[in-house]
């Protein structure tokens, strides 16, 4: 069994910063890709950004230049440096990766979600 829990949301003022943080474990072999995305009520869930397991990241438009993802191979986990935050950034934040098990495959696996809020 894998699974990913995050932790670092709350209520933050316009301008503010948030960390987010995701760490995996279970019967882990490697993990490719390791992803952040966000559900706001009423909308569809979205990509925010993405790392690669050498580093590589990619970013929505609408988080380009203040959001930056990392990962610490060593520790299965992931984090979101959120700055210059807007109440558009509200949101639930999900973790997402791909993951090859030990003794189950591939697999693609979901956090259970953190709630960021950003809120004068």
């Known amino acids: 069994q894998v699974q990913l829990v995050e932790s670092g949301g709350g209520l933050v003022q316009p301008g503010g910063s948030l960390r987010l943080s995701c760490a995996a474990s279970?019967?882990?072999?490697?993990?490719?890709?390791m992803a952040w995305y966000r559900q706001a009520p009423g909308k569809e869930r979205e990509l925010v950004a993405s790392?690669?397991?050498?580093?590589?990241?990619e970013y929505a438009d609408s988080v380009k230049g203040r959001f930056t993802a990392a990962r610490d191979n060593a520790k299965n986990t992931v984090f979101l440096q959120m700055n210059s935050l807007k109440p558009e950034d509200t949101a639930v934040y999900y973790c997402n990766a791909d993951i090859y098990t030990i003794f189950s495959g591939r697999l693609e696996v979901w956090g259970q979600g953190t709630l960021v809020t950003v809120s004068s």
């Open positions: 790392i690669m397991i050498g580093g590589t990241t």
């Open positions: 279970g019967n882990i072999f490697r993990i490719n890709t």
